[in-house]
């Protein structure tokens, strides 16, 4: 069965500009997760998806970042004005229900890279 | 609140065995394990969820204190394979986030 997919795999941008970064989940995963990971360093959560609501939106880092997601599957992740430290990969997972209990399938990321 | 790991880093020979650490200061639900090689996304290890229950693959050894906060990874009998950073996640609540630590990073050798 086909696992989470992300797209694209790869992205230049130059600063200032919007980046759309997109999410497939494994079909009938109702929660989903955003993530971004530096260069060498941990993951770290940007937001949580249940269904089409975001009960946990904590780790936006500034309001230059916002995501969505519609019919309870594809989720877009928008950053806006882009700037160098936002360069990194972006990691989406989904899960079966709430992550407490649940293991996490992540798909195979969107490196951004801002110029 | 970050998980903190300990190591940071180890070298194995093969057929060693190590141990990973996390610990969190917050009470927790369940820690689950990810290890993630070079340029690949996170792989699934383990859940440990408070009450004892544990998923997980067979290979694959873990313990949880819940009232330490703390669990542990045991790799026995490591083989070149299992070199990657291995990441502990804590979640406080059924419908939590996960946060992850900071990873130990491991390489096995000949």
């Known amino acids: 069965g086909a696992g989470v997919s992300q797209s694209p795999s790869n992205k230049v941008t130059e600063k200032g500009k919007d980046v759309e970064l997109r999410c497939d989940p494994i079909s009938g995963h109702t929660a989903l997760y955003w993530y971004r990971q530096s260069l060498g360093q941990g993951l770290e959560f940007l937001i949580y998806?249940?269904?089409?609501?975001?009960?946990?939106k904590s780790g936006l880092p500034s309001d230059r970042f916002s995501a969505e997601r519609t019919g309870g599957s594809v989720s877009t992740l928008t950053i806006q004005r882009t700037q160098q430290e936002d360069s990194a990969v972006y990691l989406c997972?989904?899960?079966?229900?709430?992550?407490?209990?649940?293991?996490?399938?992540f798909g195979p990321g969107t490196r951004l890279t801002v110029l | 609140q970050q998980p903190v790991q300990s190591p940071q880093a180890v070298i194995l020979r093969e057929g060693e065995d190590a141990v990973i650490n996390c610990s969190s200061s917050?009470?927790?639900?369940?820690v689950h394990w990810y290890r993630q090689k070079h340029g690949e996304a996170p792989v699934f290890l383990m859940i440990?969820?408070?009450?004892?229950e544990q998923k997980g693959h067979e290979k694959i050894s873990a313990s949880f204190n819940e009232k330490k906060q703390q669990s542990s990874l045991y790799l026995t009998a490591s083989q070149l394979s299992y070199s990657g950073t291995y990441f502990c996640g804590t979640a406080g609540g059924t419908a939590s986030k996960l946060t992850f630590g900071t990873g130990t990073r491991l390489q096995v050798t000949l």
């Open positions: 997972a989904s899960s079966l229900g709430g992550t407490g209990g649940n293991e996490q399938f």
């Open positions: 917050k009470a927790l639900y369940s």
């Open positions: 440990l969820l408070k009450g004892g």
């Open positions: 998806f249940q269904g089409n609501s975001a009960p946990d």
